[in-house]
Structure formats: C-alpha cells, structure tokens
C-alpha cells in the first residue's frame, strides 16, 4: 500500500488524487506504520487534493493524528475493523450493498477487475470489496502507465459501479461509532473526498 502523503494543494490534481487512495489504502487496511504516523503529525493542513472542501476534515485528520499515540491508533483499528468474528465496522462493499459477505456484489466485482486484467494480490488476506483494496484499483486506474486502462473512463466506471454506491454510508457508519477517534476523523476526510470525486465524475456523466 502506498503511505505517501499528499504535501501541497499546489500538487498536479490527478498525482494528489492518486496519492489520497494511496493513503487511504494504507490507512484502511492495517494500522499505520509508526513512520506514517509521523508523516501525518508533520502534514501541511492545506487541501491535500485540487478542492478546498477539503481542506477542514484535513486538518481533522492531522489534529487526530497529533492527539493519539501509535499504540493507541493501532488499538483502535484492532477494536473497530479486527477481531474474531463480526467486526465493529465492516470495510467491505458486499456488506453495504447486500447485506451479506461473500455476494453477488464481490463477484460483480472481480469480473470487472478480470477484465481490466486485475486480480488480488495471493498475499492479501481480504476479499478484493475492501475498501482498502478498492482505493488502490483507483489510484492505479489514475496513476497507471497503461492508458487503455488507467484513464478517466475506466476510473467513472470503476468509482461509480462499486465506491460511490457504500463509501460514504461506511464513512457515515465510523464517524458516529463510540470507539473510533482517529478514524472518525479519517472517515470524515474520506466521505468528503468520495464526495469530491462524485461531483467530479457527475460532470463527465
């Protein structure tokens, strides 16, 4: 997962958008790195992508991070989304969009990653609906060499059939959750973010 930190609004708009999934891949799908802790303490609180509705659930994530130690952030992600058995927040879009995991959504799914010659990393022990895993196909849809893949039609495509459906009501669903601090303010960031991409991609529609 990419950890880079989105430094400056002043960033190309698509590179600062690649660089959001990045993080927000990494930040989803593991407890942050002690190193990407630091990073997030250090972070300029300007917009990190072309927007400045962005800018205030930003400095949130910022503020969050100055105000928890790496311990406390790691348990945390352990109490919300780890655990034996149901978690307390669900990251996968199967859970959102039919109830259940494992459904026709996640098969949905992994045919249109086949056909953009995609497929789940053997070492990656969740289902390719993550939300985790989902933002890394968007950052390389932007940020690919491949360009009769990674371009801005397939990215619509992408974000609209299987992000824009369940992203923000998980955000919405960990923002109010009683254990989460870091990552209510994370959830904040992201569903204004889904929502700047949604406005985006609605232009184009």
Not at 3 to 30: C, K
Not at 165 to 187: E, I, N, S, V
């Amino acid at each position: 997962m990419n950890e880079q930190i989105p430094v400056s609004s002043a960033l190309d708009e698509e590179t600062a958008r690649a660089e959001v999934y990045g993080l927000l891949a990494a930040l989803f799908y593991a407890p942050p790195t002690p190193a990407l802790m630091a990073q997030l303490r250090v972070a300029v609180t300007e917009a990190p992508a072309a927007g400045g509705f962005l800018e205030e659930p930003w400095r949130g994530v910022v503020a969050a991070a100055r105000g928890i130690t790496d311990e406390a952030v790691a348990n945390e992600f352990d109490a919300l989304f780890g655990g034996v058995g149901k978690p307390e927040v669900y990251l996968f879009g199967s859970h959102y969009l039919s109830g259940f995991l494992n459904e026709k959504p996640l098969v949905a799914l992994r045919n249109d990653l086949a056909a953009l010659g995609l497929s789940r990393d053997g070492d990656m022990s969740e289902t390719e609906d993550h939300f985790a895993y989902l933002c890394e196909v968007m950052r390389y849809l932007i940020a690919g060499d491949e360009v009769e893949v990674a371009n801005l039609t397939q990215q619509q495509k992408f974000f609209v059939t299987h992000m824009q459906p369940w992203g923000q009501a998980m955000c919405d669903t960990l923002t109010a959750h009683p254990k989460a601090r870091f990552y209510a303010a994370l959830a904040a960031f992201t569903h204004a973010f889904l929502g700047v991409e949604t406005q985006g991609f609605d232009m184009l529609a």
